[in-house]
């Protein structure tokens, strides 16, 4: 008898896969404008199991070290999990000290997904050519906008005021990233962009993500109002 095959372990790799450059099973860079230097350590915990990636500033030896004490862990109760495993914090420590680190829930965008547009606003699919739209209220996503579709974002007159974008994506599956002014702020204009743009990323054929930090309110607000299926905890180490 085989075992099936466990969806938040593969959900977890894809968004591995999605949020880094990974070559030979290590991690090169972030998956972003720029390639910045990625984590030394993410972690990814489920309800079946630990995964780690290492980067390839991590010596061999302690990679695998990290690897092995992965495979050792016990499945994680998610609500549980909120703060950087401390083994694994000693472990790295020996390469250099953990310099930062960030913790929060994982979730993917249902397919059924869908919030009224706030009164007074309009949604808007935002292409390469629509860059000079987000000059003033968002610049970088003016700058990087071809590298950031699907975006979509809600208009108040002739200007953007939130905005939803692929902060990440491999193809397979695309990452949210979502910003709001602070004057357009609580009317609730995340998540009515996040289900929007989640129908656009599964009209690609690909899985929409979306991650954030146990202690940004905002963000998983979010997801509750939109009802996202959490199927994991990530866990960055510097």
Same mark, same amino acid.
């Given at each position: 008898?085989?075992?099936?095959?466990?969806?938040? *372990?593969?959900? $977890?790799? %894809?968004?591995?896969?999605?949020?880094?450059?990974?070559?030979?099973? @290590? &991690?090169? =860079?972030?998956?972003?404008?720029?390639?910045?230097?990625?984590?030394?350590?993410?972690?990814?915990?489920?309800?079946?199991?630990?995964?780690?990636?290492?980067?390839?500033?991590?010596?061999?030896?302690?990679?695998?070290?990290?690897?092995?004490?992965?495979?050792? *862990?016990?499945? $994680?109760? %998610?609500?549980?999990?909120?703060?950087?495993?401390?083994?694994?914090? @000693? &472990?790295? =420590?020996?390469?250099?000290?953990?310099?930062?680190?960030?913790?929060?829930?994982?979730?993917?965008?249902?397919?059924?997904?869908?919030?009224?547009?706030?009164?007074?606003?309009?949604?808007?699919?935002?292409?390469?050519?629509?860059?000079?739209?987000f000059r003033e209220t968002f610049p970088e996503v003016a700058d990087s906008i071809a590298e950031r579709q699907p975006t979509v974002a809600a208009f108040d007159g002739d200007r953007p005021v939130a905005v939803c974008c692929a902060a990440r994506n491999s193809g397979a599956a695309y990452e949210a990233g979502t910003e709001t002014l602070p004057t357009h702020r609580g009317r609730h204009l995340a998540?009515?962009?996040?289900?929007?743009?989640?129908?656009?990323?599964?009209?690609?054929?690909?899985?929409?993500?979306?991650?954030?930090?146990?202690?940004?309110?905002?963000?998983?607000?979010?997801?509750?109002?939109?009802?996202?299926?959490?199927?994991?905890?990530?866990?960055?180490?510097?």
């Amino acid at each position: 008898m085989t075992t099936a095959p466990d969806p938040t *372990q593969n959900l $977890a790799a %894809l968004q591995a896969q999605t949020l880094f450059v990974i070559r030979h099973g @290590r &991690l090169t =860079a972030i998956n972003d404008v720029g390639h910045p230097a990625p984590p030394r350590c993410f972690l990814s915990c489920t309800a079946s199991a630990v995964q780690a990636w290492t980067s390839i500033a991590v010596p061999a030896d302690l990679a695998d070290e990290l690897h092995r004490w992965a495979a050792d *862990q016990p499945p $994680a109760t %998610l609500a549980e999990a909120v703060s950087p495993p401390a083994e694994a914090a @000693r &472990l790295l =420590a020996r390469h250099a000290p953990v310099t930062h680190s960030f913790v929060g829930p994982a979730f993917v965008v249902p397919d059924s997904t869908d919030e009224p547009t706030p009164p007074g606003i309009t949604l808007r699919n935002c292409g390469p050519s629509t860059a000079p739209l987000f000059r003033e209220t968002f610049p970088e996503v003016a700058d990087s906008i071809a590298e950031r579709q699907p975006t979509v974002a809600a208009f108040d007159g002739d200007r953007p005021v939130a905005v939803c974008c692929a902060a990440r994506n491999s193809g397979a599956a695309y990452e949210a990233g979502t910003e709001t002014l602070p004057t357009h702020r609580g009317r609730h204009l995340a998540p009515a962009l996040v289900a929007r743009w989640a129908r656009l990323v599964r009209a690609r054929g690909a899985t929409p993500l979306y991650s954030t930090e146990w202690d940004n309110r905002a963000s998983l607000s979010v997801a509750r109002r939109l009802g996202m299926d959490q199927y994991a905890v990530n866990v960055n180490l510097y």
